[in-house]
């Protein structure tokens, strides 16, 4: 069945190869995803070579993990470890039809990236923005083609979370909007098309959430104790948990954007950002579940 807004589907374009522009956690995560679900090569930048190593090291570490479960067998491990591959050229991304960034949550960083590797696609390749709460329209702005830029919003942990948002700009075109769906499908995720409007609908709620927990400690009560009382409601995780999963800096990121937007209706944690400058903020037990703030993180913490 088509998803709702999904155009023809006989509009999608072939999707041969898959160009990733950050090999940082989450793209490295859907690279991973990209290679075992499409089986075509999946090449991978970054700012610079360890940083690309990092993100192989990792996609190679996560196949071994599934060889290892019995979930592939040796020949097929051994075809996605050669299908992925690293550069820091961007002209090697030329014959990639689909190309995904994943860099910083800052729109000029994003619009310069698309700018930078658009020159080396042919006209019909698509980029794709897995933008957290950024405009897709504005990300596409300074491009010669915008109407080949979609947002593909994935959740954390990719491996996991069924739920993709695909986000259409005003100049989005129906070949571009109909291989995204095509993608997620083959991606077996659950797609849905969400209007261009910041935090698209999951951050939106989510941002509510978070900031709101991160208001209740900067108001006194203690990060243990908000993820305690949250627990009976069957959330999957504790809000801070949550914040920890996605990344602190993402998290204040999220924040700022949504703040910036409707400055009435969410609220901007001091506390929320200088966690965010911090490694290991929390502290959990041998579940993965925060018990509290490490002893760090609690000298920042001002309450
Ligand atoms: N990475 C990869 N795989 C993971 C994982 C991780 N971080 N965490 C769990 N898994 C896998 C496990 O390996 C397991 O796989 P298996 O069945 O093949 O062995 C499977 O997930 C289930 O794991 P658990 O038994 O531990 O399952 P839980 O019941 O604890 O559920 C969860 C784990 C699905 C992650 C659940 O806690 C959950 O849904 N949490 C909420 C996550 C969420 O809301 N994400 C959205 C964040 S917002 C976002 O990303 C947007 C961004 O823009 C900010």
């Known amino acids: 069945k088509r998803p709702a807004g999904a155009p023809d589907r006989e509009l999608a374009r072939k999707v041969t190869k898959v160009g990733i522009i950050g090999a940082g956690l989450m793209a490295s995560q859907f690279a991973l995803l990209f290679v075992r679900r499409l089986q075509v090569p999946v090449v991978i930048t970054d700012l610079d070579q360890s940083r690309v190593d990092k993100g192989l090291d990792y996609i190679r570490t996560e196949i071994t993990k599934l060889e ?26 030329a014959d990639c039809d689909w190309v995904i960034e994943a860099v910083f949550e800052d729109l000029a960083v994003k619009q310069q990236v698309f700018a930078e590797v658009e020159p080396h696609l042919s006209e019909t390749a698509i980029l794709a923005t897995n933008t957290s709460s950024l405009s897709v329209e504005q990300i596409g702005a300074k491009l010669a083609h915008p109407e080949r830029v979609v947002g593909f919003h994935f959740f954390n942990p990719v491996a996991v979370m069924p ?20 993608v997620a499908a083959k991606l077996k995720k659950s797609a849905v098309l969400t209007a261009d409007a910041p935090g698209f609908v999951v951050n939106r709620l989510l941002a509510k959430v978070m900031g709101e927990a991160a208001r209740a400690v900067d ?32 998290a204040a990121h999220v924040q700022d954007t949504m ?16 966690l965010a400058k911090l490694q290991g903020v929390v502290e959990k037990d041998k579940h993965g579940k925060v018990t509290d703030l490490s002893k760090e993180a609690k000298k920042v913490v001002t309450v």
């Open 68 to 93: 290892e479960k019995g979930r592939l067998d040796s020949d097929e491990a051994n075809r996605l470890r050669a299908l992925v591959s690293g550069t820091t050229d961007k002209a090697d991304f």
């Open 163 to 182: 739920l993709l948002e695909i986000v259409k700009a005003p100049a989005t075109n129906d070949e571009t909007l109909a291989t995204a769906f095509a």
């Open 219 to 250: 108001e006194g009560t203690p990060v243990p104790v908000v993820e305690k009382a949250l627990a009976p409601i069957g959330l999957p995780m504790g809000p801070f948990e949550l914040i920890d999963l996605v990344g602190w800096a993402v």
């Open 259 to 274: 703040v910036r937007e409707f400055p009435e209706r969410f609220y901007s944690s001091e506390n929320l950002h200088a």
